[in-house]
């Protein structure tokens, strides 16, 4: 019963090192997202998937980039890093982004990756 | 420009009592409203939704009432309980935006015994 699954759990990057956030869902949901969290402020979408082979971006985007090429997988690539992402980032996934009231339709979070930029 | 608000960063509660978290809006655009809670190391769980078309939803112990006219809505948790000890998010969506959730910044809730 893994549900949505993302590592690292911690990381501390030097300013213009590269890495990839790895997450994957076994709930088979169509729909994949990344959040940051930064202190004192709501989670906010960098980038989303609808399906396999689809991405679109969030609220903010500039610095990242996505792929999905299952409908388990979703990686986040942060290229040249900068002390501005330091932050905590959740994946999630969902079934649809339908409005069922119930939790049958709910977004489901990863446990988060703590991203330290210096 | 925060689009939802939660103005109060914490929330001290004596077990057994109410607790009140409050959350507002200023899109008017937003037609439904979900309320996460987060405990440390974890990611948010989905904890209560409400719909536009509805002033009042129930779930247990959880209330979540919605004043369309204030922009406004708030969580009620009644009896409290030390293990409700978390951080509460409350986010907002519209069809129109693709039912994309926007989050508040949370309110920590701390349940003393």
């Known amino acids: 019963n893994a549900g949505v699954t993302q590592t690292p759990k911690f990381r501390i990057l030097k300013i213009g090192q590269s890495m990839t956030l790895q997450c994957t869902q076994d709930m088979n949901h169509n729909y994949m997202y990344w959040y940051r969290q930064d202190p004192g402020m709501g989670l906010k979408l960098i980038y989303y998937s609808v399906g396999a082979g689809i991405t679109d971006k969030g609220e903010v985007p500039n610095g990242y980039n996505v792929s999905r090429s299952t409908t388990e997988d979703f990686p986040l690539r942060l290229e040249l890093a900068a002390p501005s992402q330091t932050s905590v980032y959740f994946c999630a996934s969902s079934y649809s982004q339908g409005r069922l009231s119930s939790s049958g339709n709910t977004i489901y979070f990863g446990e988060g990756s703590w991203l330290t930029v210096v | 420009d925060q689009q939802v608000k939660q103005n109060s960063p914490s929330l001290s509660v004596q077990e057994g009592r109410i607790s009140i978290l409050n959350c507002d809006y200023t899109n008017s655009m937003f037609d439904y409203f979900l309320w996460y809670k987060k405990y440390p190391a974890e990611g948010p769980t989905f904890l209560i939704s409400?719909?536009?078309?509805?002033d009042k939803n129930e779930d247990g112990r959880f209330t979540v009432f919605l004043n369309k006219s204030a922009k406004h809505l708030s969580l009620h948790i009644v009896p409290s309980q030390p293990g409700d000890s978390a951080v509460y998010f409350c986010?907002?969506?519209?069809?129109?935006?693709?039912?994309?959730?926007?989050f508040g910044a949370g309110t920590i809730l701390r349940v003393k015994s």
């Open positions: 409400i719909s536009s078309i509805k």
């Open positions: 986010a907002a969506s519209a069809m129109e935006y693709g039912n994309k959730l926007v």
